[in-house]
């Protein structure tokens, strides 16, 4: 009896370590991935002044212009503009920002952005008045680099069809698996160098990747991935 108790006091040793194994391998496979999909990470994002790979946290909704809308209460929509967005373009000198009032439609130009002789005009992933704007941007436009889905929020609307559009947006996980699908389509677009402005070796996206690219390749990438056009 005393054996066969010793027996299975080591088998059951033998089975905890195991299970604790299994258990410490599936987080190092699952976290890296929760952390690119932004679940472990902090909505506001601080970059590197290199680039990074691009955040779109959970509980935000997002276009496929890289625009991104958060419900406020009081029937408001906040958006502003995601962190692949802030990473192209490097340090933002300025943000033209509709005044309040003004009305919006989906896919009609909401803001626009500059970062030394490079524009870039965003769509608005909702439609709707203009009923608040983050004034703080005017003073320091390098908020929208620093906090893109926080502080650097650029305006708020009161929301025209919310039922019909929101459906049209992507959560953060359909966010993700749609633009590694658009960066795979790039490739038949930009030659290797061209590319290579615009992502590092790995997942990364080089800072300041506008004002790397002649105005041939700026202008496709405005076309292919904010479904813009260059100003």
Request: aromatic fraction near 8%; glycine fraction near 10%; avoid cysteine.
């Amino acid at each position: 009896m005393v054996i066969l108790l010793v027996a299975l006091t080591f088998l059951a040793a033998i089975l905890i370590r195991a299970l604790l194994n299994h258990q410490a391998r599936k987080r190092a496979v699952i976290m890296p991935k929760l952390e690119r999909e932004g679940v472990a990470l902090s909505p506001a994002l601080a970059s590197s002044g290199s680039g990074g790979i691009p955040q779109f946290p959970i509980g935000i909704y997002y276009d496929d212009g890289h625009a991104w809308v958060r419900l406020d209460e009081g029937n408001k929509a906040r958006i502003g503009l995601d962190d692949f967005t802030q990473q192209v373009m490097g340090d933002i000198d300025e943000i033209e920002i509709p005044p309040v009032g003004s009305r919006l439609n989906r896919g009609e130009v909401a803001w626009r952005l500059r970062h030394g002789g490079r524009k870039l005009s965003q769509l608005a992933p909702l439609g709707g008045t203009v009923v608040e704007v983050n004034q703080r941007l005017s003073r320091d436009p390098s908020l929208a680099n620093r906090s893109p889905y926080e502080e650097g929020w650029i305006l708020k609307i009161h929301p025209k069809a919310l039922t019909k559009e929101m459906p049209e947006l992507m959560d953060s996980f359909q966010f993700r698996k749609h633009f590694d699908q658009t960066k795979a389509e790039l490739r038949s677009f930009f030659n290797n160098e061209g590319l290579g402005r615009i992502y590092g070796d790995g997942e990364e996206v080089i800072r300041g990747a506008a004002e790397k690219l002649d105005e041939r390749w700026w202008r496709v990438l405005v076309t292919q991935l904010f479904h813009s056009s260059p100003d």
